[in-house]
């Protein structure tokens, strides 16, 4: 089963807009209502047995169970006698919604998030519409939508064929409303068999990309070229009275640069995840958890580049061409020569170039990590029993940079130290 995901831009009439505006107005207060009830239960279930909070006592019977997404989709259906706005709303919406909460009250435990924050009307962005029902939905750049009939849209690109249509997504940016479209299409499609030319990608401040081929570009610095009017823009927010016109409209002035920031680096990430495909059959990148990155000195810098985003769009780009796409370690891939496999030492940050006083290799300091990364992205795939088209890489005769590999020791993990291994030739 493929299911892709196509964005375009909504054109709604005055009218349309009204109903987008109640139905996430609607969804914001059922998010909050929800979010409400299962805070107040956990919160009675906190204090002592014998004791009562000083600050606040929340009255919640004993034997009351804990909200649950079936158990507040109930009361929903129950609320609406008492409340007619819920009914204006279409009913799958606001259990989507509702199915939101449940899932972020399981992504704290599964993966560590953040607890739910109540929503204010610039948080409230989306809505889902899962079932569409039966019929005709497209009709050249027409959408047929629940409660909000034919919406036109700028069709930018065709939907393919055999593809089907089965929810939409309706957002609400700076810039306007958008319409993500989730087609899907019943083939099995087989990941990318690596064989080719390999490439090797080595991702930094200095240079954004730098790969094993020699080629170095630039990292453009989106966020630093408009900084200075959004600087000016923030500075004369402060003095705007909260919940005023002006204050609102000099807020949407400020999240339309952002938007525009964000839409270019994203561009950008696109087309050049498609130039490094060309003439590649794989790709080896090193597996960084760049959020760590984001809280070091550097991480204003970290969060403008987007090295987290391009990595995903890479991997993207990569499966839609049929390149193949793996991820290597990153121990010392500044440390070793990709020719000889010797330990240089490490380098200072203002040191860009890469000397081996062993073979004499002298390159580019990021092309001499990419070249390191090609090759344990190499050797990785002939320990699994790959087949490769190419094992002779242009630096060398073998597989060099792979054979002597710096490790940590594991009886002086907590000190780093560090333990050469040595080849079995």
């Not at 002006?246 to 640069?257: F, M, P, S, Y």
């Not at 990595?311 to 793996?326: N, S």
Request: hydrophobic residues 35%; charged residues 25%.
């Amino acid at each position: 089963m493929l299911n892709l995901t196509y964005e375009y831009k909504a054109i709604p009439t005055p009218e349309q807009i009204q109903l987008i505006e109640q139905t996430l107005t609607v969804c914001r207060k059922v998010w909050n209502f929800a979010l409400r009830e299962r805070k107040d239960w956990y919160a009675s279930r906190k204090c002592a047995i014998d004791a009562c909070s000083i600050s606040i006592e929340y009255i919640t019977p004993i034997d009351a169970p804990r909200p649950t997404y079936a158990q507040q989709c109930t009361e929903l259906t129950i609320a609406k006698v008492n409340f007619p706005d819920l009914k204006t709303v279409h009913s799958q919406v606001l259990q989507q919604v509702l199915k939101r909460l449940e899932a972020a009250f399981v992504d704290m435990g599964r993966k560590g998030m953040g607890y739910p924050r109540f929503k204010n009307r610039y948080r409230m962005r989306s809505f889902v519409y899962p079932q569409l029902g039966r019929g005709e939905l497209l009709r050249g750049n027409q959408i047929k939508l629940p409660q909000l009939g034919w919406m036109e849209y700028v069709k930018s690109r065709e939907i393919p064929d055999g593809f089907v249509l089965k929810q939409v997504r309706v957002v609400r940016k700076a810039s306007g409303y958008f319409l993500m479209l989730s087609l899907e299409c019943n083939v099995n499609v087989p990941s990318p068999v690596p064989s080719g030319h390999p490439r090797g990608i080595d991702l930094g401040l200095d240079k954004f990309v730098a790969t094993s081929d020699g080629e170095v570009i630039d990292r453009p610095r989106f966020l630093s070229s408009l900084h200075r009017q959004l600087k000016l823009l923030q500075r004369r927010l402060k003095h705007k009275k909260k919940g005023s016109s002006n204050r609102h409209k000099l807020n949407r002035k400020i999240a339309r640069l952002h938007q525009r920031i964000s839409d270019t680096r994203k561009d950008w990430h696109f087309k050049l995840a498609h130039k490094l495909c060309d003439d590649a059959g794989m790709i080896f990148v090193e597996n960084i958890d760049f959020r760590v990155w984001a809280k070091g000195l550097f991480g204003k810098h970290t969060l403008d580049a987007g090295f987290g985003q391009f990595i995903e769009i890479l991997r993207w780009v990569c499966w839609k061409r049929g390149v193949y796409f793996d991820k290597v370690n990153k121990d010392y891939t500044s440390q070793v020569c990709p020719q000889c496999d010797t330990h240089t030492g490490n380098k200072d940050l203002k040191n860009r170039l890469h000397l081996c006083h062993e073979c004499g290799y002298i390159t580019h300091r990021d092309v001499a990590a990419a070249q390191v990364v090609r090759n344990r992205g190499i050797v990785q795939l002939s320990e699994v029993g790959r087949i490769l088209d190419r094992k002779e890489i242009a630096c060398g005769d073998g597989l060099a940079g792979t054979g002597n590999l710096l490790v940590k020791n594991p009886r002086n993990r907590k000190k780093g130290g560090e333990a050469r291994l040595k080849s079995a030739s």
